[in-house]
């Protein structure tokens, strides 16, 4: 391990070396990528020289970097729904080049489901991963008419919902905590809104949706499955604008707009409305309830100059609910503030600062002795320094260095009041400290193979006050190969070790806004996971249709459950209900995109399988994850009838939930107690639903101030799909046993008002 | 007490849930599983009260089966304590029930270890079952009321004064006999308490029972009479019976965890390796509060 790992580190080093000296000879085209119409950078846009393989693409914040030998050049920009564009440039010294790429007129009524170069499916040396435009997301019909990312990004292969309609989603068999939610860079710790209904993000304020599954870069890290990235808009530059909608639970409002030349924001908020509804019941108790969740999306950049700018980024988001006796609240806030510099045109740095927390809050008031609360939660600060150095074509590399502080907040709470005679209980803060490096290199090897390797180092301390208490290291290799045939086809492999440190404390397989993290300790090892995988990607017609097969096997270790009947909320002893063990999931992947045109959208097929062995559990056989289920099926298609209507349809289907159901009982008291069958040996029947949308556009398309109607039917044809299976007694007759279905939904319509000016 | 604040807190959330899921409903569905392997139960109790105590002995069934439970009869039933030794013949009229002589009673701070021998899987050997249980010292109760319920119009509470041992965490369970007759007769009744976040082990005016009084079988008329039963039980015991309760019900995916079996004390103790065994054996005090509503 030792050796291969100086290798790598060789390997880095020697092309540094050769990089650097070729560096007298060429000159840099540098510069940003933009939407003409308003001002926001295009994140993945592709620019290649033309007449060469060589080539690159924007990084998150639009920039683009290209060393090439002295002399004069044609630069080919594209972006899929953009007018392409090309660029002469006359290359003798350093040239900063900024273009702004027109969207094409057609489709700017189009939904783009994938926003960037045409072919970057095939090009791109990255695999297992999967991006959304925001138009992609919100043409997907939605439970309530609520757009929602997550529900999304659930049905894209690999992925998949944890139960009916909530946020919690598995990627490849892993567990809903193994996957990492940022929103700019800062960690979302609960990404629901009531209980799981809807997700925290507001599509409005949203730019890009990228899910990485695997091959997840060296920066990134801290969690076992996935991370799902998402950047927000940052503001219209060009001109003031507005975007909002009132639907039938909520209504959200979007402001944007330039602040002098050099600097752009943006505000966006909703809030549902259902206790307003509650004030017209004749209820006393209800008419006095709360019942809502808000969030608020802020953003202001400001361009000091060509080789700086800064972002200003923040999320905050509750909800709340309240009945005369009873209440609790719950919520995230993020804030990042971030600086572009540019040491060079060659080298692009981010410095990042992130604040996140998560916290809830439960109180009862039955009386002045007997009123009580409860508090927990967690919070972040990190810093973050991300270097990109582009010295040529042929290499891109990475590298940087973050830290994070986390602070647990196991609980605190008690009696309320000088009358309570409930006592005060508070868990001692909890610290831990990460510590990351990272390097990595994207290197073209000709014009047909790209190689990707890098390395993350992560220090773990597990802190209590001002002593570590615990102290882990991990090295985590990234590694992936892309041969790419033609224009049209590759085949690409990827290697990627993952960690996660800190875990979340659930006895539920959907997740609750109750859970608890935890983090690694002695007696807690970090969870690893080792994931290769393999793909084939194909694009036909003009890169119209885009054909994607991946096959992948994870091997996971010192993998976290919990021992039966867990007590994990206000334990004291919280390590003493884990039980270690491993797993590995399988799959192959299959997607058919099609990505632009009046008639887009995709159909993905995931075949898979994902098991444990956890001491204790099932009498330490191996048994199926909460997750598996072999068979997932999603067809999701948007066509543009007319210039005024758009039809949606998506249909998910996927194999029943594993469950864990009773084979035997005995008598106490009177009642039958069961006795289970191993650990999820069977499964809840086969899940399936239909949900479609249109939307009705009800102004001119040469009118500013533009509106439309959106009608949605959620579950169209009244599937019962299971939400839960209760057993029961008879009432009539006692000794006989009967199993109960809960089905949360049969199918709901809802109606929505956008508009924008 | 320990559960009152889980309850409450789980109160807002059930309701938010309830809200939530307007169009929820539920429906039968058939379920076809494999039934498991029979095993044997064991359920029995010896408590302060001077009464004849019982052990229940009978065998589980498939989960769907439609007839009671079978007895194990003509077993060897013992409870032993210090150096004494208490037998259980079996019931003449209620085969597979146990009982002790009617003058028994256990003893606050002993432990009692139950034995049971028997063929249960015909092999013609005999098989030795055991568990032990600590009876742990009762709680003082001063008096109980019935008061009106913050939590709805409709309810009456019946509140209990009173202080459970100073040492460690105590665990209790509570009975209300409504005229005479068992208010919490059965497992989703049985009511489980503990004091380790009561301030000072002291209960003043906690409610322990809530009782619609929009409901006949609640509804409280002047001159009935309210007894109150406070047993003060062990740790293990109060675990077996809120997991017993909790599997009973059915698991949710938000609020639950995987189902999982109930664990048991009873050891087998010729085959120390057989997991299959169901029941649980435990030693109780009690103490009572009666009074008259009016």
């Not at chain 1, 597990?462 to 045939?485: C, D, M, V, W």
């Not at chain 1, 009838?641 to 159901?661: E, F, M, Q, V």
Request: net charge negative; aromatic share 12%.
């Amino acid at each position: 391990m030792k050796y291969s790992r100086k290798i790598i580190l060789f390997t880095f080093l020697v092309a540094c070396s050769i990089s650097l000296a070729a560096q007298d000879r060429k000159a840099t085209v540098s510069g940003n990528i933009r939407d003409a119409a308003n001002g926001e950078d295009l994140i993945g846009a592709s620019i290649m020289v033309e007449g060469t393989s060589g080539g690159t693409i924007t990084n998150a914040y639009g920039y683009y970097s290209i060393s090439l030998p002295k002399g004069k050049y044609r630069l080919i920009i594209s972006y899929i729904g953009y007018a392409r564009k090309t660029m002469p440039v006359d290359l003798n010294t350093d040239t900063k080049l900024n273009i702004s790429l027109e969207p094409e007129a057609r489709q700017i009524a189009e939904v783009i489901i994938s926003a960037e170069g045409k072919n970057a499916n095939v090009a791109k040396p990255e695999m297992s991963v999967e991006k959304l435009s925001a138009k992609a997301i919100k043409s997907v019909p939605a439970l309530m008419g609520e757009v929602d990312v997550i529900k999304a990004v659930q049905m894209l292969p690999g992925v998949q919902s944890t139960a009916e309609g909530t946020s919690g989603f598995s990627v490849r068999g892993g567990g809903y905590d193994q996957n990492l939610i940022l929103l700019d860079e800062a960690a979302v710790y609960s990404a629901s809104h009531l209980m799981g209904f809807f997700s925290v993000f507001n599509n409005d304020a949203i730019k890009d949706v990228t899910l990485y599954k695997g091959d997840i870069p060296a920066s990134f890290g801290g969690r076992l499955s996935s991370l799902l990235d998402i950047r927000s808009k940052d503001g219209n530059n060009q001109k003031y604008a507005a975007a909002g909608g009132l639907g039938l639970i909520s209504s959200r409002l979007t402001l944007e707009g330039p602040l002098g030349d050099k600097a752009s924001a943006i505000v966006s908020g909703r809030r549902t409305y259902a206790d307003v509804f509650l004030n017209f019941t004749n209820d006393d108790d209800l008419k006095n309830s709360t019942l809502y969740f808000y969030d608020m999306n802020a953003k202001v950049n400001y361009r000091i100059d060509d080789n700086n700018r800064i972002f200003l980024a923040g999320y905050f988001g509750r909800d709340k609910f309240g009945m005369s006796i009873a209440g609790m609240s719950f919520g995230n806030k993020t804030i990042t503030a971030r600086w572009n510099h540019l040491f060079s045109p060659t080298l692009f740095s981010n410095f990042t600062l992130i604040g996140s927390t998560y916290d809830y809050y439960v109180k009862s008031e039955l009386s002045e002795s007997l009123s009580q609360e409860l508090t927990s939660g967690l919070r972040d600060y990190g810093l973050k320094a991300d270097f990109s150095y582009m010295p040529n074509t042929l290499h891109t590399f990475k590298f940087g260095y973050n830290f994070t502080l986390h602070t647990f907040l196991p609980g605190e709470g008690g009696g309320i009041g000088s009358e309570a005679m409930i006592g005060r209980i508070k868990f001692p803060e909890e610290y831990a400290l990460e510590n990351v490096l990272y390097a990595t290199n994207e290197t073209n090897l000709g014009s047909k193979l790209k190689l990707k390797y890098g390395l993350r180092y992560t220090s773990f301390d597990n802190l209590k006050k001002s002593s570590i208490s615990f102290h882990q290291q991990q090295f985590e290799p990234r590694a992936g190969i892309t041969y790419i045939f033609d224009n049209h086809q590759s085949v690409k492999a990827s290697y990627s070790r993952t960690a996660q440190f800190i875990q979340l404390a659930s006895n539920s397989t959907s997740g609750s806004p109750f859970d608890l993290w935890f983090q690694a300790s002695e007696n807690v090892k970090p969870q690893k996971c080792d994931q290769y995988a393999l793909g084939y990607f194909r694009n036909f017609a003009d890169d119209k249709y885009e054909l994607s097969a991946e096959i992948y096997y994870k091997n996971m270790t010192d993998v976290v459950d919990f021992k039966d009947h867990a007590e994990l909320m206000l334990n004291p002893n919280l390590e003493q209900e884990l039980r270690f063990g491993k797993g590995y999931s399988y799959g192959l992947e299959l997607m058919l995109r099609k990505s632009f045109g009046t008639f887009n959208g995709w159909i993905s097929y995931t075949l898979s399988k994902s098991l444990r062995q956890i001491e204790s559990i099932n009498n330490n056989k191996w048994y199926r994850s909460p997750y598996d289920k072999p068979h997932n099926l999603s067809v999701v298609g948007t066509f543009d009838a007319s210039d005024k209507l758009s039809l949606s349809a998506n249909w998910i289907y996927s194999t029943g939930t594993p469950i864990t159901y009773p084979t035997g009982r005995f008598q106490i008291e009177d009642s039958y107690v069961p006795i289970y069958s191993g650990r999820n040996e069977y499964r809840f029947p086969a899940y399936h639903r239909l949900d479609l949308s249109a939307t009705w556009k009800l102004s001119a398309p040469t009118s500013r101030f533009k509106s439309e109607l959106n009608f949605s039917l959620y579950n169209a044809y009244g599937r019962h799909n299971a939400w839960a299976i209760f057993f029961r007694q008879d009432a009539e007759n006692p000794d006989v046993s009967y199993a109960e279905k809960l089905y949360l939904f049969s199918f709901i319509p809802s109606i929505t008002w956008n508009f924008n000016f | 007490m320990k559960n009152i604040p889980f309850i409450y807190f789980l109160t807002p959330i059930i309701l938010l849930t309830l809200l939530l899921l307007p169009s929820s409903c539920k429906e039968n569905i058939d379920i076809n599983t494999d039934d498991a392997p029979v095993r044997i139960v064991i359920y029995g109790a010896i408590s302060s009260d001077t009464t004849a105590h019982k052990v229940l002995i009978t065998r589980s069934a498939g989960f769907f089966s439609t007839s009671k439970p079978q007895a194990v009869s003509h077993a060897d039933v013992h409870i032993t304590h210090a150096s004494d030794t208490i037998r259980l013949n079996e019931d003449a009229e209620h085969p597979g029930t146990y009982l002790t002589a009617p003058d028994v009673y256990g003893i606050a701070g002993e432990t009692y270890t139950l034995h049971v021998t028997t063929d249960f899987d015909n092999s013609g050997k005999k098989e030795t079952y055991e568990a032990s249980s600590f009876l742990p010292h009762p709680s003082r109760l001063d008096s109980m009321a019935v008061e009106p319920s913050p939590l709805a119009k409709q309810f009456l509470q019946v509140s209990i004064w009173g202080e459970t041992p100073s040492e460690g965490v105590n665990y209790l369970s509570l009975q209300l006999y409504h005229n005479g007759v068992l208010f919490n007769d059965s497992l989703s009744g049985f009511s489980t308490a503990n004091d380790e976040y009561l301030a000072g082990h002291i209960f003043n005016g906690v409610p322990a029972f809530m009782l619609n009084q929009e409901r006949e079988r609640s509804k409280l008329n002047p001159g009935d009479t309210l007894l109150l039963q406070v047993s003060s039980i062990t740790h293990d015991y109060a675990t077996f019976m809120e997991n017993a309760q909790w599997e009973s019900h059915g698991s949710v995916p938000m609020f639950g965890g995987p189902p999982a079996n109930v664990p048991s004390n009873i050891r087998c103790t010729t085959h120390p390796e057989m997991q299959a065994i169901s029941g649980f054996f435990t030693a109780f005090s009690i103490r009572r509060l009666e009074m008259i509503y009016y």
